[in-house]
């Protein structure tokens, strides 16, 4: 179906956050680096693929995996705050404005559509993100790390979303760019656009390059 229409069709839009609206992404990819070399581990963007919508013990515990290692809990604690410690210092770099292309246009045209927009995200710093480019006023509800307890493709983020912002998950449309992402949203019930360049996934109802291409495009 047509990315556009499954938008005008829906009651509720739900986003994923890095790679969607923001590029954090890379961000992640260069903290996940700098914590691998304390293991020799050359952490590549192929491995750093796979983390996508994925929590950050999970993603820490793939890592360790990769890289044939094994350390107590508490160590995995450590580890996991000091990566997300460099992953911040990037993201209070970001400035207002430094979103993905089209995400003020398509935002602006929700809210004017009296839409509900909520965010359903892996990441625990989703909030501070939203403040630093300036699009938190634009959300009804933040699903994020802080408040779930399974990772996607677990469908958790997306119905506590739907939940929130009081919409059932069949009128809801999501935005992801993870493959894990589409499953949970696919199991949740709900239609799912993939923000997808490389052509890479699958099992989506709707695929655009970028989220320029949603109001552009005609039914």
């Known amino acids: 179906m047509n990315a556009r229409r499954l938008i005008d069709e829906a009651t509720a839009v739900i986003f994923d956050l890095d790679g969607v609206l923001v590029d954090t992404a890379v961000f992640h990819y260069q903290a996940w680096k700098q914590l691998a070399k304390q293991f020799d581990f050359d952490f590549t963007e192929v491995e750093n693929e796979q983390l996508k919508g994925v929590s950050r013990v999970d993603s820490l515990n793939l890592i360790l995996k990769w890289a044939n290692r094994e350390v107590p809990a508490p160590k995995k604690e450590q580890l996991a705050s000091l990566k997300n410690t460099w992953y911040l210092e990037?993201?209070?770099?970001?400035?207002?404005?430094?979103?993905?292309?089209?995400?003020?246009?398509?935002?602006?045209?929700?809210?004017?559509?009296?839409?509900?927009?909520?965010?359903?995200?892996?990441?625990?710093?989703?909030?501070?993100?939203?403040?630093?480019?300036?699009?938190l006023h634009y959300f009804d509800a933040i699903i994020d790390?802080?408040?779930?307890?399974?990772?996607?493709?677990?469908?958790?983020?997306?119905?506590?979303?739907?939940?929130?912002?009081?919409?059932?998950?069949?009128?809801?449309?999501?935005?992801?760019?993870?493959?894990?992402?589409?499953?949970?949203?696919?199991?949740?019930?709900?239609?799912?656009?993939?923000?997808?360049?490389?052509?890479?996934?699958?099992?989506?109802?709707?695929?655009?390059?970028?989220?320029?291409?949603?109001?552009?495009?005609?039914?």
Do not use: W
């Not at 246009?105 to 993100?129: E, P, V």
């Open 90 to 135: 990037l993201v209070e770099k970001m400035k207002y404005g430094d979103v993905l292309p089209g995400t003020l246009d398509l935002l602006t045209y929700l809210k004017a559509a009296d839409k509900k927009i909520a965010l359903g995200s892996a990441s625990k710093n989703a909030i501070r993100i939203l403040e630093k480019t300036g699009i």
């Open 145 to 219: 790390g802080n408040v779930v307890k399974n990772s996607k493709p677990d469908p958790e983020v997306f119905l506590k979303a739907a939940a929130e912002v009081g919409i059932m998950p069949a009128a809801c449309v999501v935005l992801e760019d993870a493959q894990a992402g589409i499953e949970a949203a696919r199991t949740a019930n709900m239609p799912v656009i993939a923000v997808d360049k490389s052509h890479v996934l699958t099992n989506y109802n709707a695929r655009v390059n970028d989220l320029s291409e949603i109001l552009i495009s005609d039914y």
